[in-house]
C-alpha cells in the first residue's frame, strides 16, 4: 500500500480511551496462534521508531495532545491503523462531552488546530476488532493481499462514470430508433466490494 | 441483622426500603456523621457513593453512600438529601477514609459541596474543564461540548528525591495511566497515581440518550477484560430495583459465562505479569492456553470478548449439548495446560525471587484502605461477594475461596491461580447441574424512582452498580463502580521501599484496570502536595541544574 514499506512494519500502540477490548486484541496478535511477527510486525515502546501507530479507543479530550505528540513523532510516511469501532467513529461513546468521537473527528481538529495533514489510516472494524481482522490490515499495509474496499472518492468516480455509459447507450438507442433499449451494465471490477 | 438494624434506628436513621439484598435508609444532614461512624463500628466498610441531582422530582440534591456490611448479607445506603439553595452536606471522610474519593468526585460532577473533607480537590473531568459546569446535573445535556479553559501546569519539585514518571503511554502499561515515582537512587520513596485519560462520559451518556435495555450493552463495554460482570451487575442492580425474579436456566448461564470470564482474564493476568519480570516464553504460553478459552466464549456467546449475552430479566441466548461438550473438552485441556505451567514457573527460583516478599500490603492496612478481590485474598482477608452476597447461580454451587497470608506478590499470584482451577470446578457443576426452562422475563413494570444495588465479583474484586429507575425504559441515575477503584490506593503503600525495577510488577499485581475506574476518575496523592507534569528529559534536564 505504501511504497516504502517493504519490510518489517514496527507498530507503537496507543490506547487513546479505549475499554481494553481491542488493546488485548492488540496484544492478542502477537502470541503464538495468531503469531504476528511472522509478518514482521512487531511492538516498539516509543513512536519515534514505529512506521505506524496501531490507535484504539475513542480519544478522549484529554488524550489529544498526547495524541497529537505520537503522531508528530511518527517518521514519515506516517500511518494509522485505527482499531475498533470507537477509533474509526467513536462507537457508541460517539458524542458525549468529554470525547472527540473517533479518528476523523480528531484530523478535523488535528487540521484546524494543529495545521497538520491526516496521516494515510487504515480503519480495522470491530467490537473489538477480531486477530483475523488486523492480520488481514496488516497484509494490506504490507501489500501481501489487495484491498477490496474502494476509497469514496473512487467509488463515486466509477458511478459517474457507469451513469455517463449508460446515459449515452440510452440516447444511441433512441436515436436508432430501437424503443425497447437493451441495456447491459457491467459491474465487474465492483462486485463483491463491501 | 437485627443488630444493624438497632443501629441504625438508634442514630436517628429511617429504614425505607428493605430488601434481601440492601436496605435503603434515609438520614439528616445532621446525622449522617454519626450514624456512618457507627454502622463503622458495626463493621460495616465504605463501598462507594453517589450523588444524584433529584430537582425534577422534589428540588433536593441526594447523596447515596453504599456501605458493605458482610455479616448481614446486606448492602445499606444512606441517603442525604440537601435543598438547592443550601448545596452542603457534612463530609464523612474524616469518620471513614475510603469515601474521600466518592465525596470529591459528587463535587466535580454535582457542586455539592462536603463540610469538613480534608482534602477538598478536583478529582475528575479533564484539567482544561471548567469551573462550575456540572456535567451530571439534570440541565446539562449529555452531548454537550464544554469550551476548554487552558490550565497552567503547576510545578513543585521534591528536594530529597528524583521524580520519575511512569505513563501516560509506557511500555508496561498497555492503557494510558501516569504514575509519578519517587526514587532516591535505586528505592522507590514514594508514588502518586493520576488517572482521568479513560473517562468518556458513561453515567451521563446513560441517563440521556440509552433506554434500560441499552445500557447492558454500555456496561460491558466500560471494560473490554471484564465487561461480562459490570453487565451482569448493571442488570442484576436493576432486577432488585423493580423486584423481578430472573429464571434459573438463565441464572447458570450467567454464571457459566461469569467463570469463562474470570478463567480468560486470570490467565491474561499471569501472561502480562510474566511479560512485566522479563519472562516472555511464559508470557507466549499463558496466552497459547488463553486462546482455548477465547474460543469456547465464541462458541458459547458468538464473540470472543464483549459477550452481549444479558439483558435485564435474563439472557438473550440458549445453550445446548454441542455446545457444553465443546467447552468442557476445551477447559480439560486448559486446566492440565496451566498445571504445568505454574508447576515449571514456580520451579524457576530466578521468578520466584522477584515476586516473593516484593510489594507487602499487611493485612491491618489492606483492612482499613478497603482493598476488595484477589488483593485482599493475598492479604489474608476472607471476601468474596459470591459467597457473601450470593448472586447468580452461585447459591446453588460448592466452590472454595483461597485465602493466602503472605501479603505479596506471590500470594496474590497464588490466589489466582487457585482461582482457574476452581472456576474450571464450578463450570463444570454448572454444566451439570443446569435445570431447563425460560431464559428470559419478556415483561415487566418499571416503576418510577426505584433504588437498586447489584454487586458481583469481577475478576479483579468486589463490583458494585447503583440504579435509580426512571419512566419510560429509561434510568435516572446509574453510577458502577469497580474493583480497581479500591485497589489503587494500596499501590503507594506497596511500592514503597521497593526497587524500582520491581515497580512494573508491583502495580501489575493489583491487575488494574483502569478503563473500569475512570469512566470516573481519580487522582490520589498520598505525599500530599506535590504535583509534576513533564517527560523524563525534563526530570532529568532540572536533575541536572
Redesign the interface.
Known sequence: MVDVLKKSIWVFHLNSGSCNGCDIEVLDVFTPRPDFERFGVKLVPSPRHADAIALTGPITRAMVPKVVEAIKALPEPKIVLAIGACACGGGIWHDTYVVVGGIDEFYKILKEEYGMDPPTTIYIPGCPAKPEALIYAAGILADIIKQKQRRREDVIREEDEEKRKIETIIREEIGSRHFLPKIIVKRGPREGSV | MQDIKRVIEENNGKIVVEHDYFLLVEVSREHVRKLARALFEAGAYYSTGVGSDERPKNGFFAMYHILNHEESKKYIVLKVETPEHDLRIPSITPEIEGANWAEREAHDVLGIVFEGHPEPERLI????WPEGVY?LRKD?K?????K?VRKEEKFVEREDALVLPLG????TL???EYFEIYVDGETIVGARYKG???????E??AEG?LTIHQIP??AE?????C?YTHMICYCQAVENAIGLEVPERAEYIRTLLLEIERIHSHI?WF?VVYHLLGFDTG??HA??IR?KV?DSAEILTGN???YGMSLVGGVRRDIDEDKKEKTLKALREVSQEMKNLFDDVLAMKEILNRIEDVGILPKDRARSIGVVGPVARGSGINTDVRKDHPYAAYKYLDFKVPVYNGCDVLSRYLVRADEIFESIYLIEQVLDQMPGGDIMVERFEVPEFSVGVGATEAPRGEDVHFVITHRGSKVYRWRPRAPTYNNLPSVPVMLEGEHLADAPAIIGSIDP?F?CTDHVTIVDDSTGKILFRGSLEDAIRRLKR
Not at chain 2, 125 to 128: A, E, G, H, K, S
Not at chain 2, 196 to 202: A, D, K, P, S, W
Open positions: 473531568l479533564p484539567d482544561d456535567p446539562f449529555y452531548n454537550e461540548k464544554v476548554p501516560p503511554f509506557h511500555p498497555h492503557e494510558p482521568f485519560f479513560v473517562h468518556r462520559g458513561l451521563k451518556l440518550r450493552f454500555v463495554r466500560i471494560c473490554g477484560i465487561g491474561l501472561g508470557f507466549m496466552w497459547r486462546e477465547m470472543r470478548k464483549t484496570c478503563s
